[in-house]
């Protein structure tokens, strides 16, 4: 069984972190190992379920012997600012051909099974073998911003709140069809949205124009068409939550400045002067 330094104090797991091999889920992925990192906040041991995040990373110029590492360390995956108990992921992806990786092994329910494989991995090391999902975060940069949406389709639990950072590229526009998963997103927010606002989740966009303007902005005006047909004073509170907006620093850095925040409230107004 794989090891989790798993510390604990005051009837609560400590916040803490790992890194998993040749996880079962991933096999197909090629890459180097450790292919699965874990990293929780203060979870109080009599807790029944946990928030999970699951992180898809971007292209890397390290090709196929980049090391999960270096995908940590851009992430933003810190759960200082977070108050509910929550265990994140960040599984490697599945190196392609150059800097080029995509994520396979998370289509059609892969991405349930690895959410399933990581609790229990987790619940098994803090004696919490029952452990369960309560709201699902899937938060993706640059690269895996379209492996992400064909994820969302096949997934049997989608997610409560989906984190854009640059990464809705499209697709490639010699199959005339640049466009060709926004009826996903269409579809995931128009169900996401009739759980407001008692089971609140968000959508978050922060693009680059250069890079991924397109496709986000038709996002943009998905979201305004749904918000349109909303009661109006529900719909200014959601517009906090569910919204697309331009990135005022460079793509490397968006998604390590702008997770953090928004695990720590999905409506955060990023300040980019600071």
Same mark, same amino acid.
């Given at each position: 069984m794989?090891?989790?330094?798993?510390a604990?104090s005051?009837?609560a797991v400590s916040?803490?972190e790992?890194y998993l091999?040749?996880t079962?889920?991933l096999?197909a992925?090629?890459g180097t190992?450790?292919d699965?990192f874990l $990293?929780w906040?203060r979870?109080?041991?009599s807790?029944a379920?946990?928030?999970?995040v699951v992180?898809l990373?971007g292209f890397?110029?390290?090709?196929?012997?980049?090391l999960?590492?270096?995908k940590?360390?851009?992430?933003?995956?810190d759960?200082?600012? $977070?108050?509910?108990?929550?265990l994140?992921m960040l599984p490697?992806?599945n190196?392609? $051909?150059?800097?080029?990786?995509?994520?396979?092994a998370?289509l059609?329910?892969?991405?349930?099974?690895l959410?399933?494989?990581?609790?229990?991995q987790?619940g098994q +090391?803090?004696?919490s073998a029952?452990?369960a999902m309560?709201?699902f975060?899937?938060?993706?940069h640059?690269?895996?911003?379209m492996?992400?949406v064909d994820?969302i389709?096949?997934? #049997?639990?989608?997610p409560? !709140?989906?984190?854009?950072?640059?990464?809705?590229y499209?697709r490639d526009p010699?199959?005339? !069809?640049?466009? $060709?998963?926004?009826?996903?997103?269409?579809?995931?927010?128009?169900?996401?949205?009739?759980?407001?606002p !008692?089971r609140p989740g968000a959508l978050?966009?922060?693009?680059?124009?250069q890079?991924?303007?397109?496709?986000s902005?038709?996002v943009?005006?998905?979201?305004?068409?749904?918000?349109?047909a909303v009661?109006?004073?529900l +719909?200014?509170?959601?517009?906090?939550?569910?919204?697309?907006?331009l990135?005022?620093i460079?793509?490397s #850095?968006?998604?390590?400045?702008? #997770?953090?925040?928004l695990?720590?409230?999905a409506?955060?107004?990023?300040n980019?002067?600071?």
């Amino acid at each position: 069984m794989p090891y989790l330094p798993v510390a604990t104090s005051d009837n609560a797991v400590s916040p803490g972190e790992a890194y998993l091999e040749h996880t079962p889920v991933l096999t197909a992925h090629a890459g180097t190992q450790p292919d699965l990192f874990l $990293r929780w906040n203060r979870i109080p041991l009599s807790a029944a379920s946990v928030d999970v995040v699951v992180h898809l990373h971007g292209f890397s110029q390290e090709g196929g012997a980049m090391l999960l590492a270096e995908k940590v360390a851009r992430s933003g995956l810190d759960l200082a600012g $977070r108050t509910r108990p929550t265990l994140a992921m960040l599984p490697r992806g599945n190196w392609i $051909r150059h800097y080029y990786y995509d994520f396979p092994a998370l289509l059609a329910g892969g991405v349930d099974r690895l959410i399933q494989y990581g609790l229990h991995q987790f619940g098994q +090391a803090i004696g919490s073998a029952g452990l369960a999902m309560d709201r699902f975060i899937l938060s993706v940069h640059s690269g895996g911003g379209m492996p992400a949406v064909d994820i969302i389709a096949g997934a #049997q639990h989608p997610p409560d !709140e989906f984190y854009v950072f640059d990464g809705l590229y499209g697709r490639d526009p010699a199959t005339g !069809e640049p466009l $060709r998963g926004l009826e996903v997103i269409d579809n995931w927010l128009r169900d996401r949205l009739r759980h407001e606002p !008692e089971r609140p989740g968000a959508l978050r966009v922060i693009y680059i124009e250069q890079q991924t303007g397109p496709f986000s902005r038709a996002v943009a005006d998905l979201i305004s068409r749904h918000l349109a047909a909303v009661e109006p004073a529900l +719909a200014g509170h959601l517009s906090r939550s569910y919204r697309v907006e331009l990135a005022r620093i460079q793509h490397s #850095q968006i998604a390590r400045y702008c #997770q953090p925040r928004l695990l720590a409230a999905a409506d955060t107004e990023f300040n980019w002067l600071e």
